[in-house]
């Protein structure tokens, strides 16, 4: 058998402990929970949250983080602590917003622009007609 052991377990956090705190830091604390849920279940202070994780509980914005998340804990031998989303459902959205943005195509159909000559304002001419008593 080998040294290496990495241990592997699932779990659903509770988050509703952020709701507690003011509006404008909740998603922060819960962020916080996240961590010292991680460090007292894995036994290490050494915890890294992948990028799906964190926008998970930043989906909402500041105000309305999640009231829980399952999350897969993955520790390495070297005692550091992966986070990863077990939420299908929220990664292939991720996935989908994202890829229309990257396979954007730039628009063709732009009109041929026609150069229009300023109209000059022209006085009309007015011919002189020679009056009728004027003859002589």
């Excluded at 003011?22 to 992948?50: C, G, W, Y």
């Amino acid at each position: 058998m080998s040294n290496t052991t990495k241990i592997e377990r699932i779990y659903t956090v509770p988050l509703s402990r952020a709701w507690i705190g003011p509006k404008q830091r909740r998603a922060k604390r819960a962020v916080t929970i996240l961590k010292e849920f991680t460090s007292k279940h894995m036994k290490t202070d050494k915890v890294n949250i992948q990028k799906d994780v964190n926008e998970a509980l930043w989906k909402k914005g500041i105000g309305s983080p999640p009231r829980r998340i399952k999350v897969k804990m993955i520790k390495d031998e070297e005692g550091v602590v992966e986070v990863f989303l077990i939420d299908h459902e929220f990664s292939k959205e991720i996935e989908t917003t994202k890829e229309p943005e990257t396979t954007k195509e730039p628009e063709t159909t732009k009109e041929p622009e026609t150069t229009k000559e300023p109209e000059t304002t022209k006085e009309p001419e007015t011919t002189k007609e020679p009056d009728a008593t004027e003859e002589k």
